[in-house]
């Protein structure tokens, strides 16, 4: 089955400074990407998400790349505020095939520091 | 749309008893999906379903643990016995396949923080 790697597993970045996590996953046959971002006691929510037909997408302060060569894909947060600091999960999922079953990575804990 | 509802919210039960889970997916949603969330495991799929069927269930960590989705709008997860290692936050989370293979991402409920005494 399908494993996704997630690095680093903690992040502390000043305010201002940009952030990126790394997630690599196993499947090649993977084709869709979310991100997800969840605060201390909340529940996890979509952030952005790519498909395997473009290689990046970005939504204001985010964007995710993926290279399908290296199976790999990234999140970047740029101008880092205090409202980001989370843990992020990525996940990979090969829809229709396995449905919408999402494999998740072990998260980043994001600390944007003021 | 009021989004994935879970109940309870927080549930505090001695070791032993028996614990029910409840979830109402997003309506229209074909996809349901149950969690658990440690902080060891971090976030680990239990069970999911298709149209109410139960596809998967390779997460569900013992006998103990067992999931029904009667109706398309109403899941349950019930664990007896109940044990303290059982002691997490479980999500519930559904999504929509669509049409011509098209899909919609997990939305996930906002939780129930389980503790078992």
């Known amino acids: 089955g399908e494993n996704v790697e997630q690095h680093p597993s903690t992040l502390s970045v000043q305010e201002g400074d940009s952030a990126v996590i790394k997630c690599t996953y196993s499947?090649?046959?993977?084709?869709?990407f979310p991100w997800y971002k969840q605060e201390l006691g909340k529940r996890p929510q979509l952030i952005i998400d790519?498909?395997?037909?473009?290689g990046e997408k970005k939504d204001q302060r985010i964007a995710v790349t993926l290279n399908k060569t290296a199976k790999h894909f990234s999140l970047h947060i740029t101008e880092t505020q205090p409202e980001d600091s989370a843990v992020y999960f990525c996940?990979?999922?090969?829809?229709?095939?396995?449905?919408?079953?999402?494999?998740f990575g072990g998260g980043t804990r994001v600390l944007v520091k003021p | 749309d009021a989004g994935v509802i879970q109940s309870p919210r927080h549930e505090v039960t001695e070791m032993g008893q028996e614990v029910t889970l409840r979830c109402k997916p997003i309506?229209?949603?074909?996809?349901l999906f149950w969690y658990r969330q440690t902080m060891m495991r971090g976030l680990e799929l239990l069970i999911y379903?298709?149209?109410?069927?139960?596809?998967?269930d390779s997460g569900m960590p013992e006998d103990r643990f067992s999931a029904k989705m009667p109706n398309a709008s109403f899941s349950t997860l019930k664990i007896q016995p109940s044990e303290p290692r059982d002691s997490a936050v479980y999500f519930c989370?559904?999504?929509?396949f669509g049409v011509g293979g098209r899909y919609q991402p997990q939305h996930f409920g906002d939780g129930t923080r389980l503790s078992i005494l």
């Open positions: 989370a559904s999504s929509l």
């Open positions: 499947d090649s046959a993977s084709n869709y």
């Open positions: 790519i498909r395997s037909n473009v």
């Open positions: 996940a990979a999922s090969r829809p229709p095939a396995a449905g919408n079953k999402l494999t």
């Open positions: 309506s229209g949603h074909d996809y």
């Open positions: 379903f298709n149209n109410n069927v139960p596809i998967d």
